[in-house]
């Protein structure tokens, strides 16, 4: 396990305030760590699919990918997002290198309790060759979470569940979700608590009695997967101070 190789998922609005934080992830490579961004979209996707008169649809937090829909997310993911990620990363004088996932996931076709999502794969491999050398030139590397498979095929991948994968096949210590809610929420005497740490089990069973819904459950699902393979914290963060998830003073610290 690299202890100095960090994984950080980032997606929904935090791709807007990302610049905020770069600062102090600047300050962190200046210290020897490594970084690997891999980022979603899917805000921005369901913007332009509005826009194309597509309705977005999903079945427990998978996006329903068509053949239109897979256009709309190559576009967004490779073009738009990736290519703002990058300037960002330029901006504070960090090295950085932009790969489309298809270059690094390989992928099946995914069903869901039988459910044909179209376009959407499931990570069965991943190629982590060429962004070990990256790394080992102090490359900042961002991906997208696209994949493809032995046919060709291209497929729309769940951004966490592609972190997951990647960090995995990484052997990072640190995977970090950043994310448009400040960590796991349960409602308590009536209000919401955001919940500090939480172990595997804990969160296996909160996902089995439905206390989890929505994009919450591939993030969970994700985070269980990846601390028993290996990666020994999954945190899930929500916040404007990156240096607070950093410590673990906010957010959801997932652990075995």
């Known amino acids: 396990m690299d202890k100095n190789l960090v994984l950080i998922k980032i997606g929904g609005n935090v791709l807007n305030k990302f610049s905020l934080f770069l600062s102090f992830i600047k300050d962190l490579y200046d210290k020897g760590y490594d970084f690997v961004f891999l980022h979603g979209g899917g805000n921005e996707i369901n913007y332009w699919m509005e826009r194309f008169g597509l309705e977005p649809k999903f079945v427990k937090g998978r996006r329903v990918t068509d053949e239109n829909t897979l256009k709309i997310v190559e576009m967004v993911l490779s073009g738009e997002i990736q290519g703002r990620v990058i300037s960002e990363i330029k901006k504070v004088g960090l090295k950085v290198v932009g790969l489309n996932g298809k270059s690094i996931f390989n992928c099946r076709k995914l069903f869901i309790d039988g459910i044909d999502l179209g376009y959407v794969g499931e990570v069965v491999g991943v190629e982590v060759s060429a962004i070990e050398k990256l790394l080992e030139e102090r490359y900042i590397i961002v991906t997208t979470s696209l994949g493809i498979d032995e046919q060709g095929n291209s497929y729309n991948v ?63 699902e994700s985070a269980i997967v990846a601390i028993e393979n290996g990666v020994k914290t999954v945190q899930i963060w929500g916040g404007l101070d990156f240096s607070k998830a950093w410590n673990m003073e906010e957010g959801t610290l997932i652990y075995k």
Request: proline share 3%.
């Open 158 to 220: 769940n951004a966490d569940s592609a972190a997951l994968a990647l960090g995995v096949h990484l052997k990072v210590e640190r995977l970090i979700f950043c994310t448009d809610v400040p960590g796991i929420i349960l409602k308590q005497n009536g209000e919401e608590v955001v919940l500090n740490k939480l172990s595997v089990e804990e969160a296996k069973r909160l996902i089995e009695i439905g206390e989890v819904f929505g994009g919450m459950i591939p993030k969970l």
